[in-house]
């Protein structure tokens, strides 16, 4: 891939003044900021709530000129009222044409790349990377979806595909399906997952069907702020570069708001897109948390990805952070406690006046678990989080339940196929 040039210096202080003179959210937003600085520091990060609120499909006070031509996603359907986010034509193309640029190192002229992104109401990542496949301009797209595995798999068997593209869980579930012939005859040299982030235990098992897959991230993304990052070749789990030419990437301190310079410090991510017009993404918080690899002022700077800024579940005055509880799985795993474990799930409830959290674990056989398994977990978590025992000492909340599934039992969205990791079923 050549290389990148960065934006002309001029880029961020027109697309500053552009904004503030045409949509009146950001022009309200920006009330106490100097009209003249083209110091992002200057201007605040912006409040999902607030942005989403006046971003309406009626009476919009976001856009910078009237939707006459374009495209509109649907997004953020897993909770609440959806949202959408819209693109002019040129810029939908140019984001794709920029991510398909940095896809291009990762395949190889002849690849079949099944596309398992779900195509349903939540259709943007289905629709994205297919145009990613297209505009890196090598090998076969497949453009498959994945609402029907077995479909899947006999489309895979049909064209030999060697590349699979789509959220985690999907692929997982797909392997599942494999027969012992499938695993002798079939190929997999690629995976490209987005979505959800793709953890060691699951490549693991797909190197243990197919050694030589590699597992990569397809992009960094999001349909409501655009391009993030891209990932190499040879990158490191989670790390990624950042796109010089259209972006620019901040990660903030989470107290103070300071944006963050050194390495190896975590705090959580925000980008300005510096060329989109129509619905503007100025310090937008993207909801991951990262950390800077490379020094400041390194081209297209590496960052590494350290999962959702909220990423865990509110029991009685208690977190339970998933990373945490991924962990103690993972120790109760090696020490074989956990025979055929797949994954994991909360479900938050409430009864008798308290909150109650189930763990659900996808098992190859559920009914291996038992009573003393179930309770031997619930003791490594309840010593991963003390704060919990000392709850349950206090009747604050109900004690862990753990439920054994199989992998089909763990609740995904029904629009984008990912797994919904933690499901709080409090509010009707």
């Known amino acids: 891939m050549p290389p990148i040039s960065p934006p002309p210096p001029s880029l961020l202080p027109e697309l500053l003044a552009f904004v503030r003179a045409r949509s009146p959210f950001y022009r309200d937003y920006w009330a106490q900021v100097p009209p003249a600085s083209a110091s992002l520091s200057d201007y605040p990060v912006l409040d999902s709530r607030r942005f989403w609120a006046a971003n309406t499909v009626q009476g919009n006070q976001v856009l910078t000129a009237p939707l006459d031509s374009g495209i509109t996603f649907k997004s953020g359907g897993t909770t609440g009222q959806p949202k959408y986010s819209v693109f002019t034509n040129a810029e939908w193309q140019a984001f794709t044409e920029r991510s398909g640029a940095r896809l291009r190192v990762l395949l190889r002229a002849g690849d079949r790349v099944g596309n398992l992104f779900y195509a349903g109401k939540l259709y943007a990542s289905f629709l994205f990377s297919q145009r990613v496949i297209e505009a890196a301009g090598l090998g076969v797209g497949y453009p498959i979806a994945g609402d029907d595995l077995h479909e899947a798999l006999a489309i895979w068997r049909q064209f030999d595909l060697n590349v699979l593209a789509g959220v985690p869980t999907t692929l997982m579930k797909l392997l599942e399906l494999l027969t012992p012939e499938d695993r002798e005859r079939l190929s997999l040299r690629l995976i490209l997952f987005a979505g959800e982030p793709m953890f060691a235990d699951q490549i693991a098992r797909v190197q243990a069907l197919f050694p030589d897959c590699v597992v990569r991230s397809i992009s960094v993304a999001g349909v409501d ?157 309840y010593a991963a989080r003390p704060m919990f025992s000392d709850l349950l000492e206090q009747g604050v909340v109900h004690p862990l339940r753990v439920q054994a599934v199989t992998l089909d039992g763990l609740q995904t969205n029904a629009r984008s196929g990912k797994l919904l990791r933690v499901l709080d079923q409090r509010h009707g």
Not at 329 to 335: C, D, E, G, S, V
Request: hydrophobic share 35%; proline share 7%; with cysteine.
């Open 225 to 381: 702020y655009g391009e993030l990052g891209w990932t190499e070749p040879d990158a490191e789990p989670g790390v990624h570069r950042s796109y010089d030419e259209s972006t620019v990437l901040e990660i903030i301190d989470e107290g103070s708001g300071a944006p963050i310079d050194a390495t190896g410090v975590p705090g959580r991510l925000v980008v300005t897109n510096l060329l989109r017009r129509l619905m503007p993404i100025v310090r937008y918080p993207v909801g991951d948390r990262g950390e800077w690899v490379d020094p400041p002022g390194t081209p297209e700077r590496r960052f590494r990805l350290l999962g959702r800024t909220e990423e865990g579940a509110r029991v009685g005055p208690m977190t339970l952070y998933v990373d945490d509880i991924r962990q103690a799985l993972t120790t109760l795993q090696a020490q074989g406690v956990l025979q055929g474990f797949k994954d994991f799930q909360l479900l938050i409830s409430h009864h008798g006046e308290r909150d109650e959290c189930c763990l659900r674990l996808a098992l190859a056989e559920p009914a291996s678990l038992g009573e003393l398994g179930a309770a031997q977990i619930a003791r490594a978590l």
